[in-house]
């Protein structure tokens, strides 16, 4: 994760972002710090990068890399206003002993993949349409040695795959169908049959941008009918409010970069 400190809308590069509309730092801080708080206090070890002058998109750490068993994909930025993110990233997975495979293709990291342990013998779903391009589904096979399944997203407030799609377990996920192609959901619909599915205002919420553990869902505080369909399907709803992070177009998933050694 990466905290707030030089987070702003200064630019607008999803529907999301308003640059006419104030952001709060303070209480952008304050709300990462929830956060934070709330994924160590479920146990989980969080690793924190130092924001960097004229980047206030850092905050948004998973789109700096894809990670799966001890290799780390890097991210290649499509809008310049974030490329340099990407050497700051990079830093910090060859600090931890990471295997790091520089991208060659524009993807933007976990914002465009998920990673399915469980699924088909290890499965990644790949997000294209918007920022990351279907070339680098084809890098990431190569260099994660996983199958990739490419899903086209359609409608650009799902600009990102981890704004209508997320992974609830090892192999089970929750999505928005109309963020998709028809063909895309055909594909979702025939590899998991017993998917979660979440409905426009679940979505509009930012409900569908979680992270889950398998048994807690940590999750937008506004998406209260999401948190009621994932109780449902057996999860524990962990609700946290990121009302300024939603500003810039992400909300608990855009905050965090998930590590798979």
């Not at 997320?166 to 959901?185: I, K, N």
Request: charged share 20%; aromatic share 10%.
């Amino acid at each position: 994760m990466c905290p707030p400190e030089r987070y702003e809308v200064a630019y607008a590069i999803n529907p999301w972002m308003d640059t006419t509309t104030p952001v709060d730092t303070e209480l952008a801080l304050k709300q990462w710090e929830r956060l934070r708080e709330t994924l160590s206090g479920l146990g989980h070890t969080v690793h924190v990068l130092a924001p960097e002058p004229h980047l206030p998109d850092m905050v948004y750490a998973a789109n700096g890399a894809f990670t799966v068993d001890g290799v780390s994909y890097g991210a290649r930025f499509k809008y310049a206003q974030r490329t340099a993110e990407a050497a700051a990233h990079r830093a910090f997975y060859d600090a931890g002993g990471w295997e790091f495979r520089a991208p060659t293709q524009t993807n933007e990291g976990e914002g465009d993949f998920a990673y399915l342990p469980a699924a088909y013998g290890g499965m990644v779903l790949a997000g294209y349409g918007f920022r990351t391009e279907p070339a680098a589904h084809v890098e990431a096979q190569d260099v994660l040695g996983r199958p990739v399944v490419s899903l086209h997203l359609v409608d650009p407030r799902f600009y990102h795959l981890d704004t209508a799609l997320a992974a609830l377990d090892d192999r089970t996920v929750t999505y928005y169908p109309g963020a998709f192609s028809t063909a895309a959901q055909r594909v979702l619909r025939q590899l998991f049959p017993d998917a979660v599915l979440a409905g426009e205002a679940d979505a509009y919420a930012f409900g569908l941008n979680l992270v889950s553990d398998g048994r807690n869902v940590v999750l937008n505080s506004e998406a209260t009918g999401m948190a009621r369909k994932v109780e449902a399907a057996g999860y524990t709803p962990v609700l946290v409010e990121l009302s300024e992070l939603k500003k810039g177009g992400g909300s608990v998933k855009c905050c965090v970069a998930e590590l798979r050694p």
